[in-house]
C-alpha cells in the first residue's frame, strides 16, 4: 500500500540548532515533492518544492534534500527560532494524477525552545 | 500577497442539512482544489477542478459533495446531506500553471452534531 511517514510525530530542539526532519514513502512515483508549515487551526502554508531531478533546494534557512533511490527527503531548517515551531507536513504528487493532487503525510511538530 | 480566502471560518449544521463552503482563489490561478483534515489526522484531498470541471476526485468526494465555480472568482463545495463523520476542516487551495506548491486558505471548521 501506499505510505507515506514522517519521523517521529515531535521533535524538541534548542534555539540555534538545527533541525531535520525526514519524510520516507513507499509506492508512489513523485514527480514532485514538496514541504509544507501549518500553524494549529490553520491552513497549510507552501514552503518548498523540490523535482525528482534535483538533489537539493535551498531557501533562506531551509534546505530540503529529495533522494528517490532511497525514497526519501530530508528537510532542515539551520538556526532555528522558537517562531519556527509548528507542525511541518511533507506532500508529494503522483505521476498518475492529473494536476497537483498532493498526498500529504502526518506531520512531524517541531518545537524550538529558547 | 494575495491570497485564498474561505467563509465561513466556522459552520455548525444538524446532520441531514446542506452546507455549502465557499473560497475565493487566487485571481490568476488555474488549478482549484478542496482538501479536508479531521482533527488530529493528515491532510486528505477531496477533488481537484480545472477548466470549469472536475479533473480528480477522491473515494471520499461520493455523490454527497459538488464543486461549482459559479463566476470568475468563487469556488464553492457543497455537501448535500451532512453526516457526522464530515465534520472536519475544509481547505481550498489554488495553484497557478507551473511547478510550484499549492496555495490553501485558512479553511473551515465544519462541525455537524
Known amino acids: 500500500s501506499q505510505k507515506i511517514e514522517q519521523n517521529s510525530e515531535a521533535l524538541n530542539i534548542q534555539e540555534g540548532k538545527t533541525a531535520t526532519l525526514t519524510c520516507n514513502y513507499t509506492?508512489?512515483?513523485?514527480?514532485?515533492l514538496q514541504w509544507y508549515r501549518q500553524d494549529p487551526g490553520r491552513g497549510p502554508v507552501f514552503l518548498l518544492l523540490?523535482?525528482?531531478?534535483?538533489k537539493e533546494k535551498r531557501k533562506e534557512r531551509l534546505k530540503v534534500t529529495f533522494d528517490t533511490t532511497l525514497k526519501q527527503s530530508l528537510f532542515h531548517i539551520t538556526a532555528s527560532q522558537p517562531a519556527d515551531s509548528a507542525t511541518y507536513l511533507c506532500?508529494?504528487?503522483?505521476?498518475?494524477?492529473?494536476?497537483?493532487?498532493?498526498?500529504f503525510g502526518r506531520g512531524t511538530q517541531l518545537t524550538v525552545w529558547p | 500577497e494575495p491570497e485564498v480566502t474561505q467563509t465561513p471560518s466556522h459552520q455548525v449544521t444538524q446532520m441531514g442539512q446542506e452546507v455549502i463552503l465557499r473560497c475565493v482563489p487566487i485571481?490568476?490561478?488555474?488549478?482549484f482544489y478542496w482538501y479536508r483534515q479531521i482533527l488530529g489526522q493528515k491532510v486528505e484531498f477531496l477533488v481537484s477542478?480545472?477548466?470549469?470541471?472536475?479533473?480528480?476526485k477522491s473515494e471520499i468526494f461520493d455523490d454527497q459533495f459538488s464543486v461549482e465555480r459559479p463566476d470568475g472568482s468563487n469556488f464553492t463545495l457543497k455537501i448535500r446531506s451532512t453526516k457526522l463523520e464530515d465534520s472536519a476542516m475544509y481547505f481550498c487551495?489554488?495553484?497557478?500553471?507551473?511547478?510550484?506548491?499549492?496555495?490553501f486558505g485558512p479553511g473551515t471548521r465544519l462541525t455537524v452534531t
Open positions: 487551495a489554488s495553484k497557478p500553471p507551473r511547478p510550484t506548491g499549492s496555495y
Open positions: 509506492n508512489y512515483s513523485p514527480a514532485y
Open positions: 523540490i523535482r525528482e531531478n534535483e
Open positions: 506532500a508529494l504528487d503522483s505521476r498518475g494524477s492529473t494536476l497537483g493532487r498532493l498526498y
Open positions: 485571481s490568476n490561478h488555474l488549478y
Open positions: 477542478f480545472y477548466n470549469n470541471e472536475i479533473s480528480e
